[in-house]
């Protein structure tokens, strides 16, 4: 069996759980972990004793045997250091989103086709069984011609400095609404207010409208008393949520919608039939998506959230922040 020997850089909040599930998939080892803080890598390499650490990038990518660096390194460095890694010959995982900007997100994509390697943006939710079969409902047909799709993230949670809540969670829901429409929007448009931090917007409210037709909205804060992490998929003959908070009934399918009166012409009538909450795997996502990326540079294959589903991410994030730069409150004299 082919192992692919991993690094990761960047130790902060989401890093060491990517040095866990690499260091225990099957067929990945754990080589290196890299960060610039000394504490960092004490904490850190008490856990992963036999990963080398190192305090430099460069050292790392200097390792002939690495074969893939995970990059979980603040946002505003991720397109520079993914090019630096997919230049050294790696491949290369990048937590999300993939850039700040469209030129960044399209050097690194270039990066990527140049060296042949393979590069993955960490989509998590894309690899979330509840979202993946939500997917399968919606591109079956079953839920019949998507109407419009609605998405709560919300927390009363960690106040950034440096990325506003639509670059922070927004880059999720972005991602499963791309994948859930099959397509791009054509209008972007968002409001936000500022008010623990000024020009940081701790809510955002989005709107989006694309080529068929469907609508989406996205309610996007960290300053909020309800945690909830929950989409809506509103079809012509049936509607479903995703509801990352419940522990059990993570989907749930609704038969309900209008049925045209025959009787009647022209009017409808409301259908409310059965709920029923089809059965979704505990499977950890991002095991899933640590093990799918060893998967695709073992097998060539590309990754679901491939550097073109990054590209399309970063596309949207941007259209979304000129309409939320437009649209902020003047400073009040």
């Given at each position: 069996?082919?192992?692919?020997?991993?690094?990761?850089?960047?130790?902060g909040y989401w890093g060491p759980n990517l040095a866990r599930n690499f260091d225990r998939l099957p067929g990945a080892r754990l080589a290196w972990i890299c960060d610039g803080s000394h504490e960092a890598r004490t904490r850190v390499g008490?856990?992963?004793?036999?990963?080398?650490?190192?305090?430099?990038?460069?050292?790392?990518?200097?390792?002939?045997?690495?074969?893939?660096v995970a990059v979980a390194t603040p946002?505003?460095?991720h397109a520079a250091i993914a090019e630096r890694v997919l230049a050294a010959g790696k491949h290369c995982f990048v937590e999300k989103p993939l850039a700040q900007s469209v030129p960044e997100a399209e050097r690194v994509v270039a990066a990527a086709e140049e060296t042949g390697r393979v590069l993955m943006v960490g989509h998590l939710l894309e690899y979330h069984p509840g979202l993946e079969k939500l997917g399968e409902y919606a591109s079956s047909g079953e839920l019949g011609e998507i109407?419009?799709?609605?998405?709560?993230r919300l927390n009363l949670g960690k106040l950034r400095a440096e990325e506003n809540a639509l670059w922070s969670l927004g880059a999720h829901d972005v991602s499963v609404l791309l994948r859930l429409a099959g397509e791009e929007p054509y209008h972007c448009q968002a409001v936000g207010e500022s008010y623990m931090r000024p020009g940081v917007e701790d809510v955002v409210f989005c709107y989006l409208r694309f080529p068929s037709g469907l609508a989406a909205h996205?309610?996007?804060?960290?300053?909020?008393?309800?945690?909830?992490?929950?989409?809506?998929?509103?079809?012509?003959?049936?509607?479903?949520t995703f509801d990352d908070m419940e522990l059990?009934?993570?989907?749930?399918?609704y038969d309900k919608g209008f049925d045209e009166d025959?009787?009647?012409?022209?009017?409808?009538?409301?259908?409310?039939?059965?709920?029923?909450?089809?059965?979704?795997?505990?499977?950890?996502?991002?095991?899933?998506?640590?093990?799918?990326?060893?998967?695709?540079?073992?097998?060539?294959?590309t990754p679901?959230?491939?550097a073109q589903s990054g590209l399309r991410v970063v596309r949207v994030l941007e259209q979304l922040q000129a309409s939320l730069d437009e649209s902020r409150r003047a400073a009040l004299v």
């Amino acid at each position: 069996m082919t192992v692919v020997q991993v690094g990761v850089v960047g130790l902060g909040y989401w890093g060491p759980n990517l040095a866990r599930n690499f260091d225990r998939l099957p067929g990945a080892r754990l080589a290196w972990i890299c960060d610039g803080s000394h504490e960092a890598r004490t904490r850190v390499g008490a856990t992963f004793a036999e990963a080398r650490a190192c305090a430099e990038l460069d050292e790392m990518l200097a390792d002939p045997e690495l074969d893939a660096v995970a990059v979980a390194t603040p946002v505003s460095t991720h397109a520079a250091i993914a090019e630096r890694v997919l230049a050294a010959g790696k491949h290369c995982f990048v937590e999300k989103p993939l850039a700040q900007s469209v030129p960044e997100a399209e050097r690194v994509v270039a990066a990527a086709e140049e060296t042949g390697r393979v590069l993955m943006v960490g989509h998590l939710l894309e690899y979330h069984p509840g979202l993946e079969k939500l997917g399968e409902y919606a591109s079956s047909g079953e839920l019949g011609e998507i109407h419009y799709i609605y998405g709560n993230r919300l927390n009363l949670g960690k106040l950034r400095a440096e990325e506003n809540a639509l670059w922070s969670l927004g880059a999720h829901d972005v991602s499963v609404l791309l994948r859930l429409a099959g397509e791009e929007p054509y209008h972007c448009q968002a409001v936000g207010e500022s008010y623990m931090r000024p020009g940081v917007e701790d809510v955002v409210f989005c709107y989006l409208r694309f080529p068929s037709g469907l609508a989406a909205h996205l309610h996007l804060s960290w300053l909020d008393p309800h945690k909830e992490r929950r989409f809506t998929v509103v079809g012509s003959k049936k509607m479903a949520t995703f509801d990352d908070m419940e522990l059990e009934r993570k989907l749930t399918i609704y038969d309900k919608g209008f049925d045209e009166d025959f009787s009647s012409y022209g009017e409808y009538i409301a259908r409310s039939g059965d709920t029923h909450s089809p059965r979704v795997p505990n499977d950890e996502p991002l095991r899933i998506e640590c093990g799918h990326f060893v998967e695709c540079i073992v097998e060539g294959r590309t990754p679901r959230s491939d550097a073109q589903s990054g590209l399309r991410v970063v596309r949207v994030l941007e259209q979304l922040q000129a309409s939320l730069d437009e649209s902020r409150r003047a400073a009040l004299v």
